[in-house]
DNA sequence: TGTTTATTAAACCATAAGGTTATTTAACTA
DNA sequence: TAGTTAAATAACCTTATGGTTTAATAAACA
């Protein structure tokens, strides 16, 4: 995985008319217009967001008709999940902070940052 | 959790530099010069990405003479990693994904979009 | 007291983000 | 063919981001 690629996850997921927007797209398949509706917001605006979410690799998008169906792919999400396994014992308490995580970096490097 | 703490967290893990900032923190406290040094920027950049990952609650800055050890707060992690969570059967495959959805929003709500 | 060291603040710059409205494209429909 | 619907593009605006350099602050040190 490059950086850039967490970059792009991370930067996908802090918005919260894009958070909303998976939500919804995990009640399944939808057009723009249906995911545009819940929000006091042009469509315009809600294209751009699916753009940052297809950038992210997290919206997939089709063609029917003259509709654009965005589905979900939650890929990406893994990614993320993954990276912030590498501090889960910093907030689960009880380690030597310093001993794990030279263990961690001996394992498996630091590729993930 | 507010939505914009999710913004916040999500936006301060969107940048390498600042990924790599938690890194070392890892590893420990340390001021800012040092965690500086790594990078091909000036002080000033660094303290900027600090607020940013202060305002995300990620770091804690002391004081100790003429320098501000940061340490890392892990805490904030653990709420991005709750809110993944909430799709990690969309990268597991195998479900019904609407059926899933709805047996979560009943017992969750969904108040953490 | 004067100087060095660590860090922040201020002012500035270029580009990106998030929004708008108006216009275009593409496909269905009467 | 003309009109309607769905969505994207273009042009624009405002604010945020990520960086710079120069100056200010705060504490240690000689």
Redesign the pocket.
């Known amino acids: 995985m490059t950086p850039d690629r967490l970059d792009h996850i991370f ?1 996908a997921l ?2 919260p ?1 894009r958070r909303a927007i998976l939500a919804r797209l995990a009640l399944g398949t939808t ?4 995911l545009a509706e819940p929000f ?13 979410l297809e950038r992210a690799g997290l919206v997939i ?1 089709g ?1 029917e ?5 965005c589905s979900l792919d939650a890929a990406p999400l893994k990614e993320a999940t993954d990276w912030l396994e590498h501090y889960r014992r910093f907030w689960e308490g009880s380690f030597d902070r310093l001993e794990e995580y030279l263990q961690d970096v001996q394992k498996n490097g630091e590729e993930d940052v």
């Open positions: 930067s802090a918005d008319t057009s723009v217009t249906e006091a917001m042009s469509g315009p605006a809600v294209t751009k967001h699916l753009k940052v998008r063609r008709a003259q509709w654009r169906p």
